[in-house]
Each structure stands twice: as C-alpha cells, then as structure tokens.
C-alpha cells in the first residue's frame, strides 16, 4: 500500500504542474479570459498533493505509536 500512495502522491503533483502549463500556454494562444477558470483545477491537484502528504506524515506517526503502545 505504500508503493500506491506514494505514487498517487506524486501522480497529483505531476497533475497540477501538468495542468498549470497547458493552462498557461493556452491562455497565451487563446486569451485568458477563457482559460483563467482552469487554473482552479491546477490548484485542486496541488492541495490534493498538500492534504495526502500530510495525511501520509500522521498516519505514519500514528502507526509508529500503536507500534510503541503494543511494545509495552
């Protein structure tokens, strides 16, 4: 399970980087009054990547205590 989190983890930053690029670039070809809503998607795939990373850090502390609480 931790192979699959950590690539999901990286799979929303590669997403939101992604995202934001062709976003841009887009908004350069196109005009930005069209393509500036999708910049919200961009920012979705990074607090996705923010949230599960600190969701992995706490479960990992709280695995590392019942680990110490089944010790003693």
Do not use: C, P
């Not at 999901?8 to 908004?27: C, K, Q, S």
Request: hydrophobic share 55%; no cysteine.
């Amino acid at each position: 399970m931790g192979l699959y989190n950590k690539i999901m983890l990286y799979f929303w930053l590669v997403a939101g980087i992604l995202i934001f690029i062709v976003v841009t670039v887009m908004g350069f070809k196109e005009g930005f009054k069209i393509w500036n809503y999708y910049y919200l998607f961009s920012g979705l795939a990074i607090l996705m990547f923010i949230v599960r990373r600190w969701m992995m850090k706490r479960m990992e502390k709280h695995l590392k205590y019942l680990s110490e609480q089944n010790k003693d």
